[in-house]
C-alpha cells in the first residue's frame, strides 16, 4: 500500500511538473492503473496462474477436510 500510494504521488509529481492540468494527472493516474490491473489479470488467465495456486494448495485443503467429523454414513 505504501508503494503504490509513493507510485500515484510520484506520477503527479511528474504530471505537475510537465504542466499538465489536475484533472488530467487523475485521468491518466486512472488509465495507468486500468491498464496495470487488465495485463495483471490477463496474466494470470493466461499462464493459468490460478489453477497452478490452487493444485499447490490442495494437500493443505485435503488434509484440513479429512480432518472434520462427518455424521453421514453412506
Same mark, same amino acid.
Given at each position: 500500500m505504501v508503494i503504490g500510494t509513493?507510485? &500515484? %504521488?510520484?506520477?503527479? %509529481? !511528474? *504530471? &505537475?511538473g510537465m504542466g499538465l492540468p489536475v484533472w488530467a494527472g &487523475?485521468? !491518466?493516474?486512472? %488509465?495507468?492503473? *486500468?491498464?496495470?490491473l487488465f495485463g495483471m489479470t490477463f496474466g494470470i488467465y493466461i499462464f493459468n496462474l490460478d489453477m497452478?495456486?490452487?493444485?499447490?494448495?490442495?494437500? &493443505? *485443503?485435503?488434509?484440513?477436510?479429512?480432518?472434520?467429523k462427518r455424521d453421514q454414513h453412506l
Open positions: 509513493a507510485l &500515484i %504521488v510520484l506520477t503527479w %509529481v !511528474l *504530471f &505537475i &487523475i485521468l !491518466l493516474t486512472l %488509465v495507468g492503473a *486500468f491498464i496495470i497452478k495456486l490452487t493444485s499447490a494448495l490442495e494437500p &493443505i *485443503f485435503i488434509k484440513h477436510y479429512d480432518k472434520i
